[in-house]
């Protein structure tokens, strides 16, 4: 297991990579290239001075997140074949810059949904927050007038302004399309990419979708065991792989993480973690929290066990934090709820496998 952090280059960040390094046990981080448009190929200069920039600091960059989809692709449009060997060919220099992993999503039109950014918390702490109805009532555009707004001019990763103009024809296109054809379309991306990501080397880890239920008659696909089950079947190489990330799944009830962790970590089909907590109000109303587990409803302990226990040998990374101590930094994304989670995700890894001797 490695454990990293997330972090967004080109001073897009208020985390430096000296505190990156200065967090004990975090080895590496998981980076992207916002500033290139969806759908575009990763020029391999870039990701040079992009991995000489993390090595310089002395961190590893193994694992990219995200390559965001281009729509075409998860519309089936004919575009589409054109952003696949775009795809590919990203895939292709990721791999030359030494990157193992690729964490990427294939949510249609929006990425993440929250109602606010930085609600606070009891303890004078702000986190971000969920509340169905007034996501609902919200149209997605709205939604993202309100992210942008307490984003503290940081990017927000999924919320990229090129996707912005054109959401309301997209969540019209998809009214029009089926569950079914979806699948299909994201079968064809993965038949079309895997054996390319065999050939590079680079595990491709799907994100879940977050939340992991229906919103604006969107079709939802990685939002529960089964599903991950069928979304694994449609190819079945090592590569087509998951990052299992508990809060995203977590939100909904039904899930049961550490369940879920056994059985696609047993299989290897787990190559990134994301790991947070997160506390509901009721079944679909929640707070994001503190990673400890007497802070929220997940039991991480269950949780880094269920890692452990199928000898899990991918990357870590604590997900979302507070923001806490008059930090600010991008929402979900400042250094000091983070480096506890970290910290503390390392202190349970460590007991439970000295408990195993
Ligand atoms: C939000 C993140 C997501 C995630 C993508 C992966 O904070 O968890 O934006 O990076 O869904 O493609």
């Known amino acids: 297991m490695k454990m990293i952090l997330r972090w967004f280059p080109n001073g ?63 519309k089936g449009l004919p575009e589409r074949e054109q952003y696949i060997q775009n795809y590919i060919k990203t895939l292709e220099n990721i791999s030359k810059v030494g990157v193992k992993c690729l964490c990427y999503n294939f949510m249609p039109v929006i990425d993440w949904a929250r109602s606010d950014l930085e609600h606070p918390l009891a303890d004078g702490s702000t986190a971000m927050a969920y509340r169905h109805e007034e996501v609902i009532k919200m149209n997605p555009a709205t939604m993202a007038d309100v992210m942008a707004s307490k984003a503290k001019g940081y990017s927000l990763p999924g919320w990229e302004p090129e996707r912005l103009g054109a959401m309301a024809q997209d969540i019209e296109f998809y009214k029009n399309m089926s569950t079914e054809t979806y699948w299909e379309n994201m079968k064809y991306f993965l038949d079309a990419v895997i054996p ?88 679909k109303d929640f707070d994001e929290c503190a990673h400890l587990s007497q802070c929220g409803d997940l039991d991480m302990f269950e949780i880094v066990k269920a890692y452990h226990d199928t000898d899990y040998t991918g990357y870590i990374r604590p997900d979302h934090g507070r923001m806490l101590w008059g930090e600010k930094a991008r929402p979900g994304y400042g250094l000091y709820d983070r480096a506890l989670g970290a910290n503390y995700l390392l202190g349970l890894w460590e007991a439970i496998g000295k408990m195993k001797k």
């Not at 200065?22 to 080895?27: A, E, K, L, N, S």
């Not at 939340?211 to 590569?239: A, G, H, M, Q």
């Not at 962790?261 to 907590?277: D, L, P, T, W």
């Open 196 to 283: 390319y990501a065999e050939k590079y080397d680079i595990k491709m880890a799907i994100h879940p979708d977050d939340p992991p239920w229906p919103l604006y008659d969107l079709p939802k696909v990685i939002t529960n065991i089964e599903n991950v089950r069928k979304f694994l079947s449609l190819n079945e190489s090592v590569y087509n792989g998951l990052t299992i990330c508990s809060g995203s799944l977590g939100s909904s009830l039904d899930n049961d993480i550490p369940e879920i962790i056994k059985e696609f970590s047993g299989q290897g089909r787990v190559h990134f973690a994301h790991i947070r907590n997160l506390k509901h109000l009721n079944e």
């Open 12 to 74: 897009d960040d208020s985390v430096t990579l000296q505190q990156i390094k200065q967090t004990p046990g975090v080895t590496g981080v998981a980076t992207c290239l916002p500033q290139i448009p969806v759908g575009e190929v990763w020029p391999l200069e870039v990701l040079e001075a992009l991995k000489k920039e993390i090595n310089d600091a002395g961190l590893e960059m193994e694992v990219i997140e995200s390559v965001n989809i281009h729509e075409d692709i998860k």
